[in-house]
């Protein structure tokens, strides 16, 4: 799907407040209410938009360890319905299947050092782990939507340049 200048300004004030009226979102870029409608329908139709949701702050919530677990897997066969089988555990924030000397790489929240052993020995017996490795991190100096911010950085999709 095409994304022009003024897509990307809905994508832009939708991303940095999902609660903002398509009205307000209407008159910061120039264009009619039903046609921001229109542009929004269009983009979740188009699954650029998958969502809208609340961001939460893991911390305030009593999750104060972020963890990176990279899994080398014994036996390939069925790794996918075993990693799918990793959604049950709540905790378990990404799963990727990745390139180089490791074959998974999953993004985890944990309460404390304890709980985080907890939810490493489940996920190893799940996903059949040979060998892993664990990194915690340290902090989060930046975390955001790399395609959106892309778009914006080449200058489309501002406020100003969609209704200039």
């Not at 939708?14 to 307000?24: E, P, Q, Y």
């Not at 990693?83 to 944990?110: C, F, M, N, Y």
């Not at 304890?114 to 975390?143: D, K, S, V, W, Y």
């Amino acid at each position: 799907m095409q994304v022009d200048q003024f897509d990307l300004s809905i994508l832009r004030f939708l991303h940095d407040n999902a609660r903002v009226s398509l009205s307000a979102v209407a008159g910061r870029i120039g264009l009619a209410l039903a046609t921001v409608h229109r542009r929004v329908q269009r983009l979740r139709s188009a699954g650029v938009i998958r969502g809208f949701f609340t961001r939460v702050e893991p911390q305030a919530m009593g999750f104060l360890l972020t963890a990176f677990v990279r899994l080398r897997v014994g036996d390939r066969e069925g790794l996918e319905d075993r990693l799918a089988s990793l959604s049950q555990i709540p905790e378990i924030e990404e799963v990727h299947l990745i390139t180089g000397d490791w074959d998974v790489l999953i993004k985890l929240r944990a309460r404390h050092p304890t709980h985080l052993r907890q939810l490493l020995r489940r996920i190893h017996g799940m996903a059949g782990t040979r060998r892993a490795t664990t990194e915690m991190c340290l902090a989060t100096p930046l975390e955001r939507c790399a395609p959106l911010h892309a778009a914006l950085a080449a200058g489309a999709g501002t406020p100003e340049t969609a209704a200039g």
